[in-house]
């Protein structure tokens, strides 16, 4: 069975780092793109970053330059790697998982999702 578990939310202060995890289980990265997504309250879900299965990497305006995703296909683990952070990067933060892509480009739209690990950026 597909599952996807993240991990490594917390509570951090302004200009702190965190790094993110997303656990996958019962598929290989090699075939899947991994897409990041927040929501924040009373907004709409967002779009982050995404790694594609051969490894692009695409990532949303707001966040390039600070946050850096990667995998590592053996143990079934992406990463995002979140520095400089703020209060509106304060969000519930998902990992996602499509099948559907090119081995070399990911997009904003995912079939399998986990169940999101809360970051909540304040002094």
């Known amino acids: 069975q597909l599952q996807l578990v993240e991990s490594g939310g917390g509570l951090v202060q302004p200009g702190e780092s965190l790094r993110l995890s997303c656990a996958a289980s019962?598929?290989?990265?090699?075939?899947?793109?991994i897409g990041w997504f927040r929501q924040a309250p009373g907004k709409e879900r967002e779009g982050v970053s995404c790694?594609?299965?051969?490894?692009?990497?695409n990532y949303a305006d707001s966040v390039k330059g600070r946050f850096t995703i990667s995998k590592d296909n053996a143990k079934r683990m992406v990463y995002l790697q979140m520095n400089s952070l703020t209060p509106e990067d304060t969000a519930v933060y998902y990992c996602?998982?499509?099948?559907?892509?090119?081995?070399?480009?990911?997009?904003?739209?995912?079939?399998?999702w986990g169940q999101g690990t809360q970051v909540t950026v304040s002094s």
């Open positions: 019962g598929f290989g990265l090699e075939h899947f793109a």
């Open positions: 996602a998982a499509d099948p559907g892509y090119s081995f070399s480009y990911c997009g904003w739209t995912y079939e399998y």
């Open positions: 790694i594609s299965a051969g490894g692009g990497t």
